[in-house]
């Protein structure tokens, strides 16, 4: 990207819907381009609790990632603080589950949850430290699932495992155990 500005196109397409569980992956496809050039593609999910009466369709990207059968090459711990969620709200989502408590328990929380971007940040980011010099130009992209929710104060456990040239990993809430 020119540092000086530009213009940015942004394209977004609905690329599929498909039954998980108790409800439905929707998958959506985000291109950024600039002067006809792809800048950023970012595929993303989010999953529909209840979701039913619905056929397949479209394409997925979602693919089940196995950890290796072996302890982690590298294991690095990351606190979270208990503001940490408020802070990061400047990221453009306000959503009260993250901040207020009783929102989170008409939510079906004791409290309220990290953001889940959030918690994918920091897990990128242990990543980045340690496979990549701390240098994100080394950096080529990420794919992750959200399976528990993470509560601000907790710390989380990046566990990693280098394979080929790609990096397998997961987050783990050292308070719970919980992936």
């Known amino acids: ?21 108790s409800g439905a992956s929707v998958e959506k496809e985000e291109v950024f ?21 619905f056929k397949d369709s479209g394409t997925t990207n979602s693919e089940k990632v196995e950890v290796p059968k072996r302890a982690p090459d590298s294991v690095v711990e990351v606190p979270t603080t208990e503001t940490q969620a408020h802070a990061f709200r400047l990221n453009g989502d306000y959503n009260p589950l ?14 309220p949850i990290l953001h889940g971007l959030c918690s994918y940040a920091m897990s990128c980011r242990a990543v980045v430290q340690q496979y990549c010099d701390g240098n994100a130009d080394n950096f080529e992209s990420i794919k992750g699932r959200f399976a528990k929710p993470v509560l601000p104060g907790e710390t989380l456990v990046v566990e990693m495992w280098k394979e080929g040239n790609k990096i397998v990993f997961q987050t783990k809430v050292k308070e719970s155990g919980a992936v």
């Open 98 to 111: 993250h901040i207020d408590g009783g929102f989170a328990q008409m939510s079906g929380f004791k409290k």
């Open 33 to 53: 381009e600039q002067d006809g050039k792809v800048i950023y593609r970012i595929i993303s999910g989010a999953f529909l609790v209840g979701a039913k009466d």
């Open 1 to 21: 990207l020119d540092v000086d500005g530009g213009e940015l196109v942004l394209k977004s397409r609905l690329i599929g819907v498909h039954k998980r569980g």
